[in-house]
């Protein structure tokens, strides 16, 4: 049986999800620049380079945390970080269920990242 709190696991959970989102979107964008008519080919192909690189970091880092490995928390608190003003855009942008989704998402894993029982599981006691 793992030592890893909950607080861990739901992180991993939503790094998961937002990993398997941005792989999808990178690997639609991928298929619609292959089977379509980009106006900019280049562009197009970036798009589609960096939603499958994003989604792959992402999932790593969801990984990391289920292994409870240290490294995994920095690059998740910024991932929520990062997400609270794309979500406010998406929000702004009348795209408000991708943006509360992705708000909630974001809040969810900064609260279970910072949380005690995770300072815990990931550092022990450093008094």
Same mark, same amino acid.
């Given at each position: 049986?793992?030592?890893? #709190?909950?607080?861990?696991t739901v992180a991993?959970?939503?790094?998961? =999800?937002?990993?398997?989102? @941005?792989? %999808?979107?990178?690997?639609?964008?991928?298929?619609?620049?292959? !089977? &379509?008519?980009?106006?900019?080919?280049?562009?197009? /192909?970036a798009v589609a380079?960096?939603?499958? !690189? /994003?989604?792959?970091?992402?999932?790593? *880092?969801?990984?990391?945390?289920?292994?409870?490995?240290?490294? @995994?928390?920095?690059? &998740? *608190? =910024?991932?929520? /970080?990062?997400?609270?003003? *794309?979500? !406010?855009? =998406?929000?702004?942008? +009348?795209?408000? *269920?991708? &943006?509360?989704?992705?708000? @909630?998402? @974001?809040?969810?894993?900064?609260?279970? %990242? =910072?949380? #005690?029982?995770?300072?815990?599981? %990931?550092? &022990?006691?450093? +008094?």
């Amino acid at each position: 049986m793992s030592n890893r #709190p909950m607080t861990l696991t739901v992180a991993a959970a939503v790094m998961a =999800l937002e990993g398997t989102t @941005a792989l %999808l979107l990178g690997g639609y964008a991928g298929v619609e620049t292959v !089977i &379509g008519r980009p106006s900019d080919l280049m562009s197009s /192909i970036a798009v589609a380079a960096f939603g499958l !690189i /994003i989604g792959a970091a992402l999932l790593w *880092v969801g990984w990391g945390m289920l292994r409870s490995e240290r490294w @995994a928390r920095s690059p &998740g *608190v =910024l991932t929520q /970080i990062f997400a609270i003003p *794309v979500s !406010i855009t =998406l929000i702004q942008s +009348d795209q408000r *269920v991708i &943006g509360i989704s992705l708000i @909630a998402l @974001a809040v969810i894993g900064l609260v279970t %990242l =910072l949380s #005690p029982p995770t300072t815990h599981a %990931l550092y &022990g006691d450093q +008094d």
